[in-house]
């Protein structure tokens, strides 16, 4: 199965600054590589699929970029309600895998 | 908005059947792929199953000897049932929707909250 590396594990940054999320995956997924935010206690959310494309209602800060094996998602200016998991995902083999997840905290 | 929920024993013991019923509200279940994922304290996500509405299913292959999924449209119901549980299927278990009517593979737009699950004797 593919794997999905996050990095870093956690990410200390304060509101206001761009956030900066990578996902390297063990084989290339082409481009369906989705992110999801998650909250403790809540349901994840789709933010990003096929690499690039927002999901609905999700803020334009949002973005993904990548192809083939390295993507990443940006925040291009973290608001409070930003600070979650974020977990990527791979849609081109089954089983659909995940990443470990980046935590983005408040620094 | 289609809204998901999970139900069923926050408790099984080693060796039984955990078995997870996810209600969907506001829409219907029918034409979609309905997946169930999972989440073992301090670790990843990870996909065990889907089913579409019309009972076609796919597996994770690790699980595939354990799992059945079935769905109950007339109920807008779908459910899961994982066999002879040990504690690593300790986890929270989501139940979740494929974005796409027509891709089994799509990414997941919609999921319930979320349930514990421990096993333990």
């Known amino acids: 199965e593919i794997v999905l590396t996050q990095f870093p594990a956690t990410l200390s940054l304060s509101p206001g600054e761009r956030a900066t999320l990578s996902c390297r995956a063990s084989?290339?997924?082409?481009?369906?590589l989705a992110w999801y935010q998650h909250k403790p206690g809540q349901a994840p959310r789709l933010l990003i699929y096929?690499?690039?494309n927002r999901a609905t209602a999700i803020p334009a800060r949002f973005s993904g970029s990548g192809s083939g094996t390295d993507f990443t998602l940006t925040i291009s200016s973290l608001e409070p309600e930003d600070f979650a998991v974020y977990y990527c995902?791979?849609?081109?083999?089954?089983?659909?895998?995940f990443g470990q997840g980046t935590k983005v905290e408040i620094k | 908005q289609v809204q998901l929920q999970e139900s069923g024993p926050g408790l099984v013991k080693p060796s039984e059947t955990l078995s997870l019923t996810c209600t969907v509200s506001?829409?219907?279940?029918?034409?979609?792929?309905w997946s169930w994922i999972r989440q073992p304290p301090g670790k990843g996500l990870e996909w065990i199953a889907y089913?579409?509405?019309?009972?076609?299913?796919n597996y994770r292959p690790s699980l595939q000897s354990r799992v059945t999924m079935s769905v109950d449209t007339s109920r807008n119901q779908f459910s899961l049932n994982l066999r002879s549980v040990t504690a690593a299927d300790t986890a929270v278990y989501y139940c979740?929707?494929?974005?796409?009517?027509?891709?089994?593979?799509?990414?997941?737009?919609?999921w319930g909250q979320g349930t514990l699950v421990t096993v333990s004797s």
């Open positions: 979740a929707r494929g974005m796409d009517n027509s891709d089994s593979s799509s990414p997941f737009d919609s």
């Open positions: 089913i579409s509405s019309s009972g076609s299913t």
């Open positions: 084989q290339s997924v082409g481009s369906y």
């Open positions: 995902q791979q849609r081109s083999n089954w089983p659909r895998t």
């Open positions: 096929d690499t690039i």
């Open positions: 506001g829409g219907s279940i029918r034409s979609y792929y």
